[in-house]
């Protein structure tokens, strides 16, 4: 297996930045992925994506492997050559994409579910996700395991823990290609003690990587920042830290500050699709009456191809009337905007002036922090709702675990959207 060097340039507390050598590039961090779901970032070609400052990307191992088929990209030469994007590519195992579909069945040898698009009755395995992420040739590829839902109870979550162990030796044992990277996966719910022991377990297996999974599941902020608090204390520092799924402004801020190197979620894209995008100032709207005549570029401090060539009143107008170019010079804004936004918190670790950064970023992106799970379970345990294993922390706190060592400055307080 070929390693994945991660070298530590600064810290600033728990704070990281580094670099990641990953195939020929050097990946600066921390660092955001994009999500292109079907080995395409929408609306964007890979020309523009260039341009944007985004570093590497990640595709999805299970819509591709249902279309158009691994063997497909196989016979092109692999993501790079069938995609056109010269980035780094990531690919997941499947796992969130599987475990968040209501008809399926969990079974000791993988899990068997239904493709929402054809009905096509599929079963996927640690084997089989392997095989799949080593013909697509992905640079990093994912273990499979077992996603636990918002909600899920104990002795499921403990159950599950196990599962997901040996799932990921099984992942392991099966990957063979030597130029594609493989990271481990930590699980283990709500409860510190599942997360303690989860990620023990897996980082015995031996990755190159190691990615925090069962977040992003509509648990709410604090019970994110929770969660990564009792789990990192039980952390490798040498190696990269992946927060999966995850990507307001307040969650990366705070995932960096606790340790964690590299992120990725569909909300930049997602949101500029519908006319949300990201500045210097905060989020606003652009299909809002108010930009119908607006002169100014999206950003005035932003040099993003969109805001060198195009106005918020150019936009609102394509946007309104649903052009698809709209979608596009959005999009290039919040990917050029996101990649910024973690160069300026890097640089903030290397010159010593993190916190500073920090407490700007809860005060010009303020979130509602409240839980809101992404769907319902019945049939994992009892849905019972999140059970921790000590009290939950008070409004506008959050709780270290026994034995961290505290953070370099007091953590700014949660202010929700008004």
Request: contains cysteine.
């Amino acid at each position: 297996m070929k390693p994945v060097p991660w070298v530590s340039v600064a810290v600033a507390g728990d704070a990281r930045a580094g670099v990641l050598h990953l195939a020929g590039h050097e990946v600066r961090t921390p660092t955001f992925m994009p999500v292109g779901t079907q080995a395409a970032i929408r609306t964007v070609s890979p020309l523009h994506l260039e341009t944007t400052g985004s570093q590497i990307v990640l595709a999805n191992t299970y819509h591709l492997s249902q279309r158009p088929g691994e063997d497909v990209v196989k016979k092109a030469g692999g993501l790079h050559a069938f995609s056109g994007i010269k980035l780094p590519i990531l690919t997941d195992s499947g796992g969130f994409q599987v475990f968040s579909l209501e008809k399926k069945e969990v079974t000791e040898e993988g899990v068997t579910f239904t493709y929402e698009v054809d009905g096509q009755r599929t079963f996927l395995s640690p084997e089989r996700s392997m095989e799949v992420q080593q013909d697509l040739g992905s640079d990093i590829a994912m273990v499979f395991d077992e996603c636990l839902p918002f909600g899920a109870d104990r002795s499921y979550a403990e159950a599950s823990v196990g599962r997901t162990t040996r799932w990921e030796r099984r992942s392991k044992a099966a990957h063979t290609r030597p130029d594609q990277s493989l990271f481990g996966i930590i699980q283990g719910g709500f409860w510190a003690d599942l997360r303690k022991r989860s990620a023990e377990e897996i980082q015995e297996i031996g990755f190159d990587g190691i990615a925090i999974g069962g977040l992003s599941v509509g648990e709410g902020h604090r019970a994110m920042c929770d969660v990564l608090d009792d789990t990192l204390p039980h952390v490798n520092k040498t190696q990269a830290r992946y927060l999966m799924g995850v990507g307001r402004p307040i969650d990366l801020v705070e995932g960096v500050a606790r340790g964690i190197d590299m992120f990725d979620c569909v909300l930049p894209t997602r949101h500029a699709r519908s006319g949300v995008v990201y500045t210097t100032t905060g989020r606003i709207r652009l299909t809002d009456a108010r930009f119908r005549k607006d002169m100014f570029p999206v950003d005035t401090d932003c040099r993003c191809y969109t805001c060198s060539n195009f106005t918020r009143a150019y936009l609102h107008h394509l946007l309104r009337v649903d052009e698809v170019l709209g979608s596009t010079l959005a999009t290039i804004h919040n990917l050029h905007w996101f990649a910024t936004f973690m160069d300026k918190m890097r640089n903030s670790i290397i010159e010593g002036s993190f916190q500073t950064f920090r407490r700007r970023v809860h005060e010009i992106y303020p979130e509602d922090t409240s839980a809101k799970p992404v769907a319902s379970y019945p049939a994992i345990g009892q849905g019972q709702g999140v059970k921790r294993s000590t009290n939950p922390s008070p409004a506008g706190a959050v709780r270290k675990p026994a034995g961290a060592r505290p953070s370099a400055a007091p953590k700014p307080p949660f202010k929700g959207r008004k």
